[in-house]
């Protein structure tokens, strides 16, 4: 069965960090892409980054880029999202999702298993 499950959210100040995890089972971890979503109520699931573990080649939503890092650990089957520089704007849950395929996606109706997602509330 597969499973991911989420940690490290929080509370933040802006222009502070955090760094989320992704623990992941019953699948092999190092043949299939692992991405992070975010959410908030009212809006879509927004694409936020994501990691083909069998490569290590990395995707990230323009919003992001150059503030939140994504690296796997595969000896420890986690992904990890490291974000710096938050903003308020960043606020919302955080889901980390895969499919079965090596491919990366941003778009969350390619994948079809995901965490319970962990709250990030950055504070301005």
């Known amino acids: 069965e597969v499973q991911l499950v989420e940690s490290g959210g929080g509370l933040v100040q802006a222009g502070g960090s955090l760094t989320l995890s992704c623990a992941a089972s019953?699948?092999?971890?190092?043949?299939?892409?692992i991405g992070w979503f975010r959410q908030t109520p009212g809006k879509e699931r927004e694409g936020v980054s994501c990691i083909s573990t069998s490569d290590g080649s990395t995707y990230y939503v323009d919003s992001v880029k150059d503030r939140f890092t994504i690296r796997s650990d595969n000896a420890k089957n986690t992904v990890y999202l490291k974000m710096n520089s938050l903003k308020p704007e960043d606020t919302a849950v955080y889901y980390c999702?895969?499919?079965?395929?090596?491919?990366?996606?941003?778009?969350?109706?390619?994948?079809?298993?995901w965490g319970k997602g962990t709250l990030v509330t950055v504070s301005s």
């Open positions: 019953g699948f092999t971890f190092d043949h299939y892409a």
């Open positions: 999702a895969t499919g079965e395929t090596a491919r990366c996606s941003l778009n969350s109706n390619d994948l079809e298993y």
